[in-house]
C-alpha cells in the first residue's frame, strides 16, 4: 500500500510491467505481428519461384526452414508481454534461445555449404561427400541440441520466477521475471553470439569466392547487423528496468530479425520480382567484374 497525496489514508500501488493494453506494449505486439507476415510472404514467394536457378542456388530447404525460424523469431517476442506469470517466465527466455538458436545454426550451416560447394568444384576434391544435404541438416541439429541443453540445465538448477519489487519511497511495484541465474542466461546468449561470431568469420574469409551472386557476402552483412543489435543490447539492458528492460529486449529481438530478413533475402527477392533476367543459371555463375575486397 501507499499514503494518498493527503496522507489521510492508503491506496494499492501500481503494478508495473508490459501489459497488452499499455501503448508501448500495443506497439510492439502490432509490430511483431505485422513483422512476422514478410517472412509467409517470402516463403511463398519462395514456394512459387523453387525452380529457378537463384532460388535452387541458396539451398532451398534450408532457406524455408531459415524462414520458418525467422517467423517464430517475430512471433516468441510476444511471449514477454502480458502479465508475467510463473509459467511465461520459465518459458520466454528458453523460447527465445532455441528460436534463435536455430535461427543462426541455419545460417552457420549455409554459409559452410557454401564455402565446401566451392571448395568441391575440383575433379578430385575429397569435399564432395560433405556437401550433401544431410550435413546441414546435422549441423543445424547438434547447434539447437547443445541450445537446448543449456536450456534444461538452467531450468532444472536455477530456473527464472516470478519477482515484485517494491521501494520503500515509490508507489510502483514492479512485477518481473528474475532471470533466476544470471549465468545461465548470458551462457544462452552468449552461445548464440557465438555461433554468429563464426557465421560472420567463415563468411567473411569467403566473400571473394568468384561467384556473381556469393551468399557469403550477403551473410557477412547480416551477421554484423545481428551481432551489433546484441552488443548494443546489453549496456542498455543494464541501465534499464521494469517493463523497459523487457521492451528493450523485444527491439532488440525484432531489429535482429528484420536485420537478417532484409541482409539474407530482400537482394534474392529484388531479383525474383523486379530482375527476372537475371534468374538464370548463366548469370548466377558469371564471374563479377568488381569483387568487394
Known amino acids: ?33 505485422s513483422s512476422s507476415l514478410v517472412p509467409v510472404a517470402i516463403f511463398g514467394l519462395f514456394i512459387h519461384y523453387r525452380t529457378t536457378p537463384i532460388v535452387r542456388a541458396n539451398n532451398y530447404t534450408l532457406s524455408c526452414l531459415l524462414l520458418l525460424s525467422l517467423l517464430l523469431c517475430f512471433l516468441c ?6 502479465y508475467p506469470h510463473y509459467e511465461k517466465c520459465l518459458l520466454r527466455q528458453v ?9 543462426v545454426s541455419c545460417i552457420l550451416a549455409k554459409t559452410i555449404m557454401v564455402v565446401l560447394a566451392f571448395k568441391a568444384t575440383r575433379p578430385d576434391s575429397k569435399l564432395r561427400k560433405w556437401t550433401s544435404p544431410r550435413v546441414s541438416y546435422l549441423i543445424v541439429i547438434s547447434c539447437i541440441i547443445i541450445q ?11 530456473p527464472p520466477f516470478l519477482e515484485v519489487k517494491s521501494e520503500s519511497n515509490s508507489a510502483v511495484l514492479i512485477i518481473e ?48 547487423a545481428f ?22 529486449e523485444i527491439f532488440a529481438i525484432q531489429s535482429s530479425t528484420w536485420s537478417l530478413v532484409i541482409c539474407m533475402f530482400l537482394p534474392k527477392c529484388f531479383i525474383i520480382v523486379f530482375r527476372p533476367n537475371m534468374n538464370s543459371r548463366e548469370k548466377l555463375m558469371e564471374k563479377p567484374k568488381n569483387v568487394i575486397s
Open 227 to 248: 551481432l551489433s543489435v546484441w552488443m548494443s543490447y546489453i549496456p542498455a539492458s543494464l541501465s534499464s528496468r521494469g517493463k523497459y528492460m523487457v521492451a528493450m
Open 148 to 158: 537446448t541443453f543449456l536450456c534444461i540445465m538452467w531450468l532444472s538448477f536455477s
Open 1 to 33: 500500500m501507499w499514503p494518498n497525496p493527503t496522507q489521510d489514508h492508503c491506496v494499492p500501488k501500481t503494478k508495473e510491467y508490459l501489459s497488452y493494453e499499455d501503448p508501448l506494449g500495443i506497439t510492439l505486439t502490432a509490430t511483431s505481428i
Open 95 to 103: 523460447t527465445f534461445g532455441v528460436v534463435f538458436a536455430l535461427c
Open 77 to 82: 517476442s510476444l511471449v514477454f508481454i502480458g
Open 177 to 224: 521475471c528474475n532471470e533466476g541465474s544470471s549465468l545461465a542466461f548470458w551462457s544462452m546468449l552468449g552461445y548464440l553470439g557465438l555461433l554468429a561470431f563464426i557465421s560472420f568469420i567463415v563468411a567473411f574469409l569467403a566473400r571473394r569466392l568468384p561467384d556473381n551472386f556469393n551468399e557469403a557476402k550477403f551473410i557477412t552483412f547480416s551477421m554484423l
